[in-house]
Nanobody, 122 residues
Framework: QVRLVESGGGLVQPGGSLSLSCAAS????????MGWYHQAPGKQRELVAE???????NYADSVKGRFTISRDNGRNTVYLQMNSLKPEDTAVYFC????????????????WGQGTQVTVSS
């Protein structure tokens, strides 16, 4: 079994910063893409940012230039640095990882963290 544990959410004023982290543990052979999604009340879960094992990144247009995703492959951890936060960034943020649990045969699947609340309000 694979477990993703997120930390770092909270309440911040508009224009402020927060940093999220997510550590994967368990039966891991390798981790492919890791990413962050968010889900606001009454809305669908949406991609915020993702990063491949090689370090290539992809961001939602709404966060480009404000958020930075990074990862530490040795620690199976992904980070999200969020700057210049806006009220519309308020949501539950979920960590996602595509994890290979066996090598032969190769089998990989997506895992999700439990979510962490980010609230941007004055």
């Amino acid at each position: 079994q694979v477990r993703l544990v997120e930390s770092g959410g909270g309440l911040v004023q508009p224009g402020g910063s927060l940093s999220l982290s997510c550590a994967a543990s368990g039966n891991i052979f390798s981790i492919n893409t890791m990413g962050w999604y968010h889900q606001a009340p009454g809305k669908q879960r949406e991609l915020v940012a993702e990063i491949t094992s090689g370090g290539s990144t992809n961001y939602a247009d709404s966060v480009k230039g404000r958020f930075t995703i990074s990862r530490d492959n040795g620690r199976n951890t992904v980070y999200l640095q969020m700057n210049s936060l806006k009220p519309e960034d308020t949501a539950v943020y979920f960590c996602n990882a595509n994890v290979a649990v066996t090598r032969i045969p190769y089998y990989a699947r997506d895992y999700w963290g439990q979510g962490t609340q980010v609230t941007v309000s004055s």
